[in-house]
């Protein structure tokens, strides 16, 4: 069935460190990918998102590659910031007419000063 | 511009009583998703709600309903509850039948003792 599996967390990085968050899916199709974060209290905001392969979405920093062949969807980002300690879930969109979404379980990420 | 809203905050019952938790889509948008997101996991899709009917459901049971108001608002409503179905309730709107960004609200805390 339909599932995303990401790398367990907690992630625990210094400030300005590298940030790879793995993730795969399990889908039938080409379904659009995303990553949402949450912060602590908060609901979830979309991060980034890519709608076919080989397209890269980025925002803040942030980039995630479409890879089809592999089916990931793999969070990087260059330079972590203290701000940027959250919850990243990356999810895919299963399309039926309706669009509902499909999450993993959430990686934890802790920066530190 | 409002965003997502939802209320309560936080909720607390007991099994075996029923509960309603209510949300608000952001403006200009005409579909609205309720998801279940337990302690430490990923939300899971409930059901969606276009032109105030039930489009797409996703594995819960019967106990679990919702409606749509015209004014594109939205309720759910859970029966019998049981110390399960305690979590965060996030409830997402979006534009399209949900083909859009999907917009998440602040969570209701639903505790079951």
């Known amino acids: 069935g339909d599932s995303v599996t990401q790398m367990e967390g907690p992630v625990t990085l210094s400030e300005e460190a590298f940030l790879t968050i793995n993730c795969t899916y399990t889908a039938t199709g080409y379904p659009s990918l995303f990553w949402y974060v949450q912060y602590p209290g908060e609901g979830l905001q979309l991060l980034l998102k890519a709608t076919k392969a080989d397209d890269k979405g980025s925002n803040k920093g942030f980039e995630a590659t479409y890879r089809k062949e592999t089916t990931s969807f793999h969070l990087e980002k260059g330079s972590v910031q203290v701000s940027d300690s959250a919850v990243y879930f990356c999810?895919?969109?299963?399309?039926?007419?309706?669009?509902?979404?499909?999450f993993g379980t959430g990686t934890r990420l802790l920066v530190s000063p | 511009d409002a965003g997502v809203t939802q209320s309560p905050t936080h909720l607390i019952k007991t099994r075996g009583q029923q509960v309603t938790l209510r949300c608000s889509p952001k403006s200009g948008h005409d579909t609205v998703s309720w998801y279940q997101q337990a302690l430490g996991q990923g939300p899971q899709f409930i059901f969606q709600?276009?032109?105030?009917?039930?489009?797409q459901r996703g594995n819960f049971p019967d106990r679990f309903s919702g409606h749509q108001f015209p004014n594109y608002s939205s309720e759910l409503n859970v029966n019998a509850l049981l110390l399960g179905d305690s979590a965060l309730y996030l409830c997402a709107s979006s534009s399209g039948q949900g083909m859009d960004e999907q917009y998440f609200g602040p969570g209701t805390r639903l505790t079951v003792t």
């Open positions: 709600y276009y032109e105030e009917e039930e489009r």
């Open positions: 999810a895919f969109g299963v399309n039926t007419g309706f669009q509902k979404l499909v």
